[in-house]
């Protein structure tokens, strides 16, 4: 079987942006070989690329979520974002992510967990705490991860929590390896459960 080369994979992804936003007039694909991701310039894009694309990382998310409902309580967003440097499969395909997405695995003496926008922050158990694990945020990371419930030491429910007060309760569903979002409780109190199947399907 011959290995598609790194220069090749970010060509082909390339080809997959330029075929998102298709007109050159509007968009232009750049691939970067040293560390294999694209950018889309995002001067003039059409209305349906519009504010769509951070050329900082690399990601695109569209103008128009996939669903969207907003009443009062925290709105049920699925605007999928795509990350060349993403290697994750989602329901949306190979490297799209979206806020429905957000999970924590969990590793040995650490965390990962993986946001909305595909993006991996690893948290550091802190020495000693194994009956109730503590985990150290990274350097210039704001949100915070707690331990909520346990079985023998290894976490079955964490608690995320971002500097605005909304938080994302993280449980066991199809792997107790990793821990998919549950509930959302938004800044005011408002919260959005979210059931799964034995799969971790919504």
Known sequence: MRKTSPKRRVL????????????PAYARVIPDMNIGVIFIQKERLPLACKKAVDVTNGTFSPDTPASEMDNGSPAISATPTFHSGNKDLTVWGLGWTSDIDHRITLNDQSI??????????????APGSTTTPVYTPPV??????????????????????????????????ESTSVLRLSLLTDKNGNTLTYNRDGQGRL
Do not use: K
């Open 12 to 23: 082909c992804l390339a080809l997959v942006a330029a075929m998102l936003c298709p007109n």
């Open 112 to 125: 990962t967990w993986t946001n909305g926008q595909g993006v991996h922050v690893s948290y550091f158990q």
């Open 140 to 173: 210039n990371a704001y949100e915070t991860i707690t331990t909520v419930a346990v079985s023998s030491g290894v976490p079955t429910v964490l608690l995320e929590r971002d500097l605005d007060g909304t938080t994302r309760r993280f449980a066991v569903f």
